[in-house]
């Protein structure tokens, strides 16, 4: 079954209605050819998730390389480094990331509808955006020990943790423009050079780190100095890709005055982007700092920690087949193509549920082992052990939401889904840990109980979501959405046209 053609003016700027109902009409297929369209998404669709679960691995890695070899320099380095990096990561990476996330949407469906040109608008849009927004949050950074010592942390510990955010400021700056650039190429299905790239520079990271710590004797301030090494390196190579490379030469056609009308577009998802994702990760930070008031904060702190890490490493798996989804639905509804995009949905479902139980039931037989991998205290093993199987089911429901949030992303539903997770995480989440913790005495596996709570409410409510959308509604606002982005730089239809709609053929994913 081949795709609906987008050629002329009409098609870009026409009447939606017609467009979308002749779209839905030349959808019905008989049942070979739906069984060929479900595995040729399935195969498309783990084209983009594999490569972006090996990126979002790599880059999370850079941070955990550099706090490692800070443990290595003893117990204050270590534990300055950490309070550090989470601190790093609740004002400021977390922003930025949210942000960022608001491309998914505009140069998806940009993509999808082949106003090609409107991607390199977009993206400049974003970069101006964060690296604006990194101004203020840089100030933040600046006086992390001042903040944390207010709130009564350890001063040593506060002191080393601002040492190393201070001299980490230049890498607040290059991680907006290293998502931005993900996600300008993620929604052109172009995965493997970002990959690559991440690749190198978390391969270089430890011999950089080696270098700066020891070597020249930088301590705790060269392994800050490290994180902003790798992560310029990853934007440079990133942008050299961009700027010389064939695939990109629709979508960047250099820096245009265009960018600098029309901002609203770009912020009326960002902000949305941003609360969405902070609210999310900010709960999670929320549980570890309630565990140090458990009765045996020590155990409870240490379980917790390696519980949250343990998640966040197996979230990197739904967070690549999020990515994926969420490019494939922008795409096919800014193309009009809304049973598409919804079969696009049906099938990272599936994969999300087959995923899920697997990696449930590997957590559950693995419970015995884990802790050992963190531990060396036979409490902390018998612990982490308990814990496990809470862990599992939390994984399997983070997982299926993360996928959901995907598709919420393509269709630019960032506003509903920041008022989800809110409810979500601080009605539920929070006060039902704090319930359970303290009140019915269960402890850390209490809090644990609370996330639970909060991620069936999110992904309940993201079901029901969901199963009410009018997809071929969700396709017209996708088109009207690229319509008003060309309209909002004096371009006409015909002028749009022009950038290569029809000579251009889009590439498949690399």
Known sequence: MEREEISGPESAYGDGNRRISHVVGSEACQEGHCRSDVIGEAKRQLGLAGPLIVVSILQNSIQLISVMFNGHLGELPLSSASLATSFAS???????????SALETLCGQAYGAKHYHLLGIHLQRAVLTLLSLSIPLSVIWFYTSTILISLHQDHEISTGAGTFNRWMIPSLFAFGLLQSLNRFLQTQNIVFPMMISSGVTALLHPIVCWLLVYKFGLRIKGAALANNISYWSNVILLSIYV??????RHTWTGFSKDALHDFFSFIRLAIPSAVMICFEYWSFETVVLLSGLLTNPKLETSVLSISVNTMWMVYMISVGLGGALSTRVSNELGAGQPQRARLALVVAVVV??????????????ARHVWGTLFSNEKEVIRYVAKIMPLLALSDFLDGFQCVLSGAARGCGWQKLCAFINLGAYYVVAIPSAVLFAFFFRIGGMGLWMGIICGLS??????????????????????????QEAGRAI?????????????????????
């Open 352 to 365: 999300a549920l087959s995923e899920g139980v697997f990696v449930g039931i590997v957590t559950i037989l």
């Open 90 to 100: 609740v004002t400021g990476f977390s922003f930025l990331l949210g942000m960022a």
């Open 490 to 510: 004096g371009m006409e239809p015909e002028s749009l046209l022009s950038k290569g709609t029809e000579t251009y053929q889009p590439p498949a994913p690399t």
């Open 457 to 482: 409410v999110q992904v309940m409510a993201l079901v029901i979501v969901i199963a009410c959308t009018n997809w071929d509604k969700e396709a017209m606002k996708a088109v009207r959405r690229v």
């Open 243 to 248: 700027k010389f490379s064939a695939a990109c």
